[in-house]
């Protein structure tokens, strides 16, 4: 049994930033986080959900082509929290963001968080 709370997701102008945080808790140790991968996903309205970002135990990661170079995602050990810091956001940014954790050869999912960029 594992719980996310995610925060970060808003509404902001085209060019702006936001900082979207995924913390873990539940049944998860501080052990088992260290050893899980952690990603971001999103899904926009119409499309199938999509890789953002992830991060592997031992901290490499990888971006989706669309998103290189704007967003980081991060990890926090100390805290079960990842985060992804989404800089020069664009509209086609928008959608539900969703934080991922991968661990012993199982899958959980957050309940997403909405970001909205205008133009």
């Known amino acids: 049994q594992v719980q996310f709370v995610e925060s970060g997701g808003g509404l902001v102008q085209a060019g702006g930033s936001l900082r979207l945080s995924c913390a873990t808790s539940?049944?998860?140790?501080?052990?088992?986080?260290?050893?899980?991968?952690m990603g971001w996903y999103r899904q926009a309205p119409g499309k199938q959900r999509e890789l953002v970002a992830t991060?592997?135990?031992?901290?490499?990661?990888n971006y989706a082509d669309s998103v290189k170079g704007r967003f980081t995602i991060s990890r926090d050990n100390a805290n079960n929290t990842v985060h992804l810091q989404m800089n020069s956001l664009k509209p086609e940014d928008t959608a539900v963001y969703y934080c991922?954790?991968?661990?012993?050869?199982?899958?959980?999912w957050g309940q997403g968080t909405q970001v909205t960029v205008s133009s």
């Open positions: 991922n954790l991968e661990v012993l050869r199982r899958t959980f």
């Open positions: 539940g049944t998860i140790s501080s052990i088992a986080f260290s050893i899980a991968a």
């Open positions: 991060i592997t135990r031992s901290g490499s990661t």
